[in-house]
């Protein structure tokens, strides 16, 4: 299984590109196999043309929520010109289709209805995907422990920050290493997303403080094969 990470900023990053700042986030997506793509934002298309990605090749989309850093209606209806389907999995199902299983668990997000997380398995590996959101809910903690994912992607928007009021709604990188502690011995790696443009120092201080504790930084085009 191969991710390539579209975005990895979090909402407070512009909609558009800016090629003057010395480093840049989009809003955060995902590409699973160049097919899947997790969340039709709208820095999508800028994406797919500098990473040179087919956009016909996407044939499956998912989507965590409706906040508008993640779900683009413009992106959405331009993939689905091309091809792509909507696959629809809320919170406690599972669908299959393609190569595919994916399982979908509340998050705890409450300022966006039904955020989910998502489990996503082909016939040897297993993603698991969780932006936005803060901590891990009881359910998909125990289908975490079921199913092993090798590579676990988790929402790191507040940075170094403690004590903040959006703890509850995002994760701190305290709050990322807790989980980590707990989870090692069912997931293979983990990774970080969803970084705040105000709230994180640049992404080479950022990497190399959470590779001391063997946790990828994503940043954009990144990919990942596992």
């Known amino acids: 299984m191969k991710i390539q990470f579209l975005g990895t900023g979090a ?8 090629y003057n700042m ?8 995902a590409l699973v196999d160049d ?6 934002g709208p820095g999508v298309p800028n994406a797919i043309k500098e990473y040179g990605i087919d956009a016909k090749s996407i044939k499956y989309i998912l989507v965590t929520h409706s906040h508008g850093d993640h779900y683009n209606q413009s992106t959405f209806d331009w993939l689905v010109s091309l091809g792509a389907e909507r696959i629809v999995c809320n919170a406690g199902e599972t669908v299959n289709f393609g190569t595919y299983t994916v399982r979908a668990y509340t998050a705890n997000h ?14 040897s590996k297993t993603l698991f995907y969780g932006l936005d959101g803060a901590w891990l809910m009881y359910e998909e903690v125990q289908a975490i422990k079921e199913y092993r994912p090798d590579y676990a992607v988790l929402d790191a928007t507040i940075g170094g920050i403690d004590g903040d009021y959006r703890i509850f709604e995002h994760n701190n990188l305290g709050m990322i290493r807790e989980m ?15 970084m705040a443009m105000t709230l994180h120092t640049d992404h080479k201080t950022l990497a190399a403080n959470m590779a001391k504790t063997n946790i990828d930084t994503a940043f954009d085009g990144m990919i990942v094969e596992f």
């Open 11 to 18: 909402a407070d990053w512009p909609k558009e590109k800016d």
């Open 22 to 29: 010395p480093e840049f986030r989009r809003l955060s997506s």
């Open 35 to 40: 097919c899947l793509l997790i969340d039709p």
């Open 110 to 123: 409450g300022t966006a209805k039904d955020t989910v997380h998502y489990l996503i398995s082909d016939d």
């Open 180 to 194: 980590q502690k707990t989870l090692s011995p069912y997931v293979g790696r983990f990774c970080i997303s969803h």
